[in-house]
């Protein structure tokens, strides 16, 4: 899969949106959350300087999805950490996913990273996971 196959822009009247493709769930996921945080940085110079770790349930992957970039928001908002890689485990045990991902990143600096977008929000509208052939995809709208 080329990199310009992996994600596009939706657009959408005041707001934007991302629909992010991968081989798996967890390709997807981290795609998109890159994609989230390109837009906030405008840049690709994140480097690998900090680590977090997430875990969430949900009772489906749309869900899963949403409370994933919800996460990744907070912590940006209450940390001004950005990050650029994410390695990302996702398990279905009786009918609950589950998410455990290790972000890498580093504290938010707008001199060298640039000011993007402000997201304000991960919001339902038009919030869709699935699979088309042997592509998974997820997309979004973020309130910005």
């Known amino acids: 899969m080329n990199e310009e196959d992996k994600f596009e822009i939706i657009d959408h009247t005041a707001d934007l949106g991302i629909k992010a493709y991968g081989k798996t769930l967890e390709e997807t996921f981290s795609t998109a959350a890159r994609v989230m945080f390109n837009l906030i940085a405008k840049d690709d110079n994140i480097e690998e300087k900090e680590t977090r770790e997430i875990e969430i349930e949900e009772e489906d992957e749309t869900f899963l999805f949403k409370k994933w970039l919800e996460e990744l928001l907070f912590v940006f908002d209450t940390e001004k950490l950005v990050f650029s890689r994410f390695d990302i485990k996702i398990e279905k045990k009786n009918n609950l996913y589950s998410l455990k991902a290790k972000l890498y990143g580093e504290k938010f600096n707008p001199s060298k990273h640039g000011s993007g977008v402000e997201i304000k929000a ?8 699935g699979k088309i052939g042997d592509k998974y995809f997820a997309q979004v709208i973020f309130d910005v």
């Open 122 to 129: 991960v919001t339902y509208h038009m919030l869709e996971v």
